[in-house]
Nanobody, 124 residues
């Protein structure tokens, strides 16, 4: 089993930045990739970014490239999401997820473990 805990959410004004962090514990050696998703009320869970554990390759939702950056710290088993130029439409519950063997990097069904989520609210 793997446990994930997110941190770093909060309230920020439009144009501001937040850095989310996800700490993984347990059988982290079994992981293939970790990623970030978000879900706004009434909407489906949306892929944001992911990073593969073996080679550190980053994958992004195209429209977020340049605003969001994913990074990892293998020694600490953490994955961060730096979010810049935030907009009110970025308001959502942000989830960290981990996969033991991802095939479709953006498909939430390919992820085996999920954190409880951290709320991000962007005011206009």
């Amino acid at each position: 089993q793997v446990q994930l805990v997110e941190s770093g959410g909060g309230l920020v004004q439009a144009g501001g930045s937040l850095r989310l962090s996800c700490a993984a514990s347990g059988r982290t050696f079994s992981l293939d990739a970790m990623g970030w998703f978000r879900q706004a009320p009434g909407k489906e869970r949306e892929f944001l970014a992911a990073i593969t554990w073996s080679d550190g390759r980053a994958h992004y939702l195209d429209v977020l490239k340049g605003r969001f950056t994913i990074s990892r710290d293998n020694a600490k088993n953490t994955v961060d999401l730096q979010m810049n130029s935030l907009k009110p439409e970025d308001t959502a519950l942000y989830y960290c997820a981990a996969s033991k063997g991802v095939r479709r990097i953006g498909d939430p069904h390919d992820y085996d473990y999920w954190g409880p989520g951290t709320q991000v609210t962007v005011s206009s």
